[in-house]
């Protein structure tokens, strides 16, 4: 009989829960997929059937010019006369003329497939051609030539624009040639400058960068893209192809204002500006470093660790039987070996059985043992905010003192001399941030606005897109999440009022199995995309705004937040997660440019490939990481705003999300859980004390926050509609004084949305969507914080002003006050004293 020792038995690997145990997910997070992905994206599998048109109409050119149709063996002289002569015809007014040469301009930049044989050649020859279109021009004509589509379709009657379902992939044909060339350009140029190995291409981009900064025809040309977003979400312009609209938003805006390694450099300088260090440490390398956590136990995982421990505890009864102690009394009398000896196999054995059952060995048997996880550190810095250093020294002066002094943070008279060393802890991880700089030079300016100067406005990327989109921001925010709500996956298609397949769906719908198959996956894929494109780009405006301004970005997230992103993005993760992450909604026959290139073939159930080889799709581990990223940003530091989430009942939605093994991506989960955890009660905390250790593992400490238990101040819930008052009126003064205008006119059209959802009964919000089927409630209020509370507490924001209304309304002067209003300012403003006791605090203020 074979003895049965711990190293026989099959228990569970470290870090993995059971046989539903995975390896880690092997995703990179990064700006953008790889190149030749991004460009696949733009095209739908419908679309297809239009490539040969791009060949045909550069061929007939061709015979128009004379010259032989194969653009690899004309002379550069050649190349940009023929150049010259498409942008010449790009002004014509006959449609048809105009569109030849804009697919003529379209085949060219897809590398001049129909010339070559392979997918590097004609990647080549893509990034050749580009360098060559931009210099002479063509992406400044094709803006132009969006603009006169865009105008053209401005003109058409009411009566004719079709129905949103009445729009198939036909009635935007002119608009994708467009669109594709302008996107092809930006991500060619985008791509070749990270890659670095082209110096003319270094040039291009900076160049270029310039160029999309500067208003076309009084314009940014991300401002006509979000405009035209705006649009297609109201019903005016169903026909515009919402994704390639979407993708070329997204890259513009990455091109322009720049991605990760830009951010990181842009937020180093400002804090050097401001007398700040250098950050030490980067979220996303760090993460590059970390092991995925096990995911948290399921139901079905609980059985079937019960099945197990059944299994050892049988197969414990086998090892303690008489045969295998005679068995092993006859094994030590031939070795020699004695019990309880200090074998070093013995030892190994006995640390190995520790190990599988993840419980620790006793102290003598873990001593010169190497710890089983390879950080014996925890990866992030603590930090403390100067508020918490200031809570700290309030709460020690009011008990050994009696008394607190307001603003001192060096005065440690009369206190114990533990508190000195609690003190020179949290100053020694004290960090403060760009905001708190931002915040305090604004509070400043609002108390003396004679006296303090702001200085010169830099005109930033961020900046001059902030000023181009305040008017219209709250109609931008709405549009993108409408998008986003109608391609979620979770989204029920009777909901959704617009139709974001006019640009996939072809007139006629087939009839075949086979073409019924690749449908479907292109809708799937459709709607994935749109999904990264818009992810992407709210993270990006979201990231840039909060290192431009602080208030910048508050003034983008309360919109978010009042059309129900926080909801939406909770809708989204309602969903078998895992599943969506490893889906494979892409044909790698039908992706550009494999279906053009070589002996193409018909696809068939037998040569219908799904997806690469890869475990996951890199467009929804992207756009998942991303829309916690949002989540996280709309809700950190913002009390009502978590609330919302445990209104929205989130943990449970949040927890089925720590099953994709990805640390990134169960960091940003692990961080929302963590924000919410002392509201969700002793119970929840008791049941999920392994999320509570992933959380203690992986999620940077604040030395004096308690966050797992709720016994803080701030766990409070009565001033929170306060602290989001206060933010909004801070986030008003700041606009109204620096952009009065554009304030101006973004209070005007708000008003305006307000009266028209108060006649429709519409709450400005996302469609009003409803989930009952898990209690997850996306109707909301336009009032800020309002998520599911009474209606008193809705009178409470309207009445405090938070929603700016109030403060554009045009108050009419009488004639008489008008007459004598010096004498008015005599009396009641020159002639009233001022008791400035009332209005400077004492230094120190004695506690009652």
Known sequence: MKPISPRNIDYPRPGSYGRGSSPDLDFVYSDADLYDNEISELYSYTEHVEFQLNVKAFEDQMETYDLPPNWQKLTPDNRKSII???????????????MRSARCILYLAQGCWAEIQSDQEQEQHTKDNIKLLYKLGVFASFVELLNLEIRSSSVVQDASVPKPHEVSLSDSTDLRVILSVLYIITET???????????????????????????????????????????FCSGTAPH?????????????????????????DLKNEYREKNNLDRLKEDTIEITRQMRSSSPPATAADILESQNQKEGRRIAFRRCTNEAFIEEQMDLESQTGMVPNSNNGEAEDDLNDYFRNCNVLPLPEQQENQQPFHNNSMLPWQPKVRQKDLEQFLEISRSKFIGYTLVNDLNTLAGLPEPIHEGYKILKNHMYTSLADVQIKLEENIARNPLTTN?????????????????????????????????????SKSKTESINIMSDVLPKE??????????????????????????????????????????????FMSQHLVFANCIPLVLKFFNQNITDYVTSKNNIPLLDFPSCVLGDQTNLTSENLVFGDNASFSWRNMFSCINLLRILNKLIKWKHSRVMMLVVFKSAPILKKAL????????????????????????????????????????????????????????SRPWDFQAEECTLRTCVDRFNNRRYPEATLKCQSAMNTQVQEAVNQ??????????????????????????????????????????????????????DDFKANYEMWLDEEVSGTPIDWDILIKDFAQPIN
């Open 84 to 98: 010259f002569k498409l942008l010449d015809q790009l002004d014509v007014a006959q449609r048809d003329i105009r």
């Open 189 to 231: 140029i985008r791509t070749e400058y990270e890659a670095g190995q082209c110096q003319e291409y270094v040039d291009i981009y900076q160049a270029f960068q310039k160029e999309v900064n500067v208003p076309y025809d009084e314009e940014l040309l991300t401002v006509k893209l979000l405009g035209m977003t705006t649009r």
């Open 240 to 264: 515009f192809p919402i994704k390639k609209v979407l993708l070329l938003l997204w890259k513009v805006s990455l091109l322009s204002m720049g991605g990760m390694s830009s951010l990181r």
């Open 454 to 490: 702001e200085g010169d406005i830099p005109q930033t990327s961020a900046e001059i897109l902030y000023q181009a989109i305040l008017p219209n921001l709250p109609q931008y925010m709405i549009a993108l999440l409408k998008v986003l709500l109608a391609a979620s996956p979770t």
């Open 509 to 554: 719908i087939p009839l075949t199995e086979m073409a019924s198959t690749k449908l479907e996956i292109d809708v799937n894929r459709h709607k994935e995309i749109i999904v990264k494109a818009v992810s992407g780009t709210l993270l990006l405006y979201l990231k840039h705004f909060k290192i431009n301004h602080i208030y910048q970005f508050e």
């Open 659 to 714: 099953k994709v093994r990805h640390a990134m991506m169960q960091l940003y989960v692990l961080k929302l859980l963590k924000m919410q955890t002392k509201y969700l009660g002793r119970q929840w905390r008791k049941t999920n004390m392994k999320t509570i250790s992933a959380i203690y593992s992986k999620v940077r400490h604040r030395l004096n926050d308690d966050w797992a238990f709720g016994n803080d101040l701030e």
């Open 761 to 814: 009964g519409d709450d400005l919000q996302t469609d009003n969507i409803n989930n009952n089927d898990n209690g997850l409630s996306l109707g909301g209020n336009l009032c800020m914080g309002n998520s599911g509370g009474d209606e008193n507490d809705a009178d409470h924001v309207r009445n405090c002003g938070c929603n700016g209304i109030w403060l554009d309304i045009k108050v009419e002067l009488t």
